[in-house]
């Protein structure tokens, strides 16, 4: 089994959608969570942490559920420019950088 | 500039042809790590480096070798390639190990073709 699952998409929304995406993993020790943003062609980026509470950054929206071991992106009021795919990202060591494991990525693609 | 800088950025090489691709930073970080992307397969790790002469293998380093001897640079190594190896390897690097806050800097990739 993949140490971390990520749904497949593609997703497709209009303009002022909101979109969620969901990640799973298989290590219930993993502690540390994110969500990296990869334009085509590009390298990825840090979007943001996943803290256990939850944690928002303007439009976006992350949630940590732990008993079920998935984590989630939320995008509310989509622009155009959110088109990227979506790679959430498990630390399997604590929060000491050591393994990291990728999901396969999200792609979303917003139009007009 | 802070940046993390690959070579060569493309190759075309043919089968047991040994090739290096460089990876250099110039962020003074302890972290260096190397990946594969393929489609639909997402990005794997292959190896990375917690530290100077600091190596252990990711999630697929069968094929590959890398060596840290200085902290800047942490080359990746494919001594007889296969065009299994096909692929686009990005370098990626970051400040800190422990407590780590989830910024890797990556570099801007290297597509690897081989025949």
């Known amino acids: 089994r993949k140490e971390v699952e990520q749904d497949p998409g593609p997703f497709n929304v209009p303009e002022g959608a909101t979109v969620a995406f969901n990640c799973t993993y298989s290590?219930?020790?993993?502690?540390?969570f994110f969500w990296y943003r990869q334009d085509c062609r590009k390298e990825p980026k840090l979007l943001m942490s996943v803290y256990s509470s939850g944690n928002e950054d303007g439009r976006f929206t992350a949630q940590l559920n732990r008993a079920s071991q998935y984590i989630s992106l939320l995008i509310r009021d989509s622009k155009l420019s959110d088109s990227a795919t979506y790679l959430c990202v498990v630390v399997d060591r604590g929060s000491t950088l050591g393994r990291l494991y990728f999901g396969r990525g999200t792609q979303l693609t917003v139009w007009p | 500039e802070a940046q993390v800088t690959q070579n060569p950025r493309y190759l075309i090489t043919v089968t047991g042809k040994k090739l290096t691709v460089t990876c250099s930073q110039n962020?003074?970080?302890?972290?260096m790590s190397w990946y594969r992307q393929d489609p639909g397969l997402g990005l794997r790790q292959i190896y990375y480096s917690m530290n100077v002469e600091v190596t252990d293998k990711g999630d697929v380093p069968e094929g590959y070798k890398v060596s840290r001897k200085e902290k800047r640079n942490f080359p990746l190594i494919l001594e007889s390639p296969s065009p299994n190896q096909t692929s686009l390897y990005f370098c990626a690097s970051s400040f800190r190990v422990a407590g780590w806050t989830g910024e890797l800097f990556f570099g801007e990739g290297s597509r690897l073709t081989v025949l």
């Open positions: 962020m003074n970080h302890e972290y």
């Open positions: 290590n219930s020790a993993s502690q540390s």
